[in-house]
């Protein structure tokens, strides 16, 4: 009963550094998202794919990248750390073609970059 | 634009009060509205939805209804419980233009804490 699965849960960066968050799900969702998550604010879109091979940006994609190489798997790019990606980051997935389904959200990587 | 304006927070209630968290959106077209919640260390669950004008999402004693005249999606609960601290997100969804995927426009969140 895995879900949205995020590794690792929490990192610190130096800046300048890359890493990449990892998302996978179990559940056959064609849909994926990258959120992230500032103090005090809603969640923001960053990129989204709706299939395999698929890939879109959302309201916030400068300074990442994403692939979607699998239906299981959305790992989330930071080519040059800088401290305004400081953040929590939620990795989020859906049933493809069906309307108002609800979005499955893994529990977050935080982020610090220093 | 699409947006979503919720009532800033802290809120803190006593065990057994009446909740209400209010939410008001602007939207092209008639979008779903949910209510998700965030518990402490952990991602966001979908607390209820609706999907129609005068639907009422209801769930764990919360309810909302989609009111279209006054684009609004207030949360309520009759008596909250110290397991209900947590921070509630409204959210609509919007149709992209990619596959016909969804996207979700969240509001900035209200944290409620319960206490005993």
């Known amino acids: 009963n895995a879900g949205v699965t995020q590794t690792p849960k929490f990192r610190i960066l130096k800046i300048g550094q890359s890493m990449t968050l990892q998302c996978t799900q179990d559940m056959n969702h064609n849909y994926m998202y990258w959120y992230r998550q500032d103090p005090g604010m809603g969640l923001k879109l960053i990129y989204y794919?709706?299939?395999?091979?698929?890939?879109d940006k959302g309201e916030v994609p400068n300074g990442y990248n994403v692939s979607r190489s699998t239906t299981e798997d959305f790992p989330l790019r930071l080519e040059l750390a800088a401290p305004s990606q400081t953040s929590v980051y939620f990795c989020?997935?859906?049933?493809?073609?069906?309307?108002?389904?609800?979005?499955?959200f893994g529990d977050g990587t935080r982020l610090s970059i220093l | 634009g699409n947006s979503v304006t919720q009532m800033e927070g802290p809120v803190t209630l006593s065990e057994e009060a009446f909740l209400t968290i209010n939410c008001t959106y602007t939207a092209t077209g008639y979008p779903s509205l949910f209510w998700y919640v965030q518990y402490p260390g952990e991602g966001l669950q979908l607390l209820l939805k609706?999907?129609?004008?005068?639907d009422k999402g209801s769930n764990k004693g919360f309810e909302a209804t989609y009111r279209k005249e006054t684009t609004s999606f207030h949360l309520e609960k009759g008596s909250v419980q110290v397991s209900d601290s947590a921070v509630y997100f409204c959210?609509?969804?919007?149709?992209?233009?990619?596959?016909?995927?969804?996207?979700?426009?969240f509001g900035k969140g209200t944290k409620l804490t319960v206490n005993p």
């Open positions: 609706a999907t129609k004008a005068d």
């Open positions: 989020a997935s859906r049933p493809g073609q069906v309307e108002n389904q609800p979005q499955h």
């Open positions: 959210a609509l969804s919007i149709r992209m233009g990619r596959g016909g995927s969804e996207k979700l426009v």
């Open positions: 794919s709706v299939g395999a091979g698929i890939t």
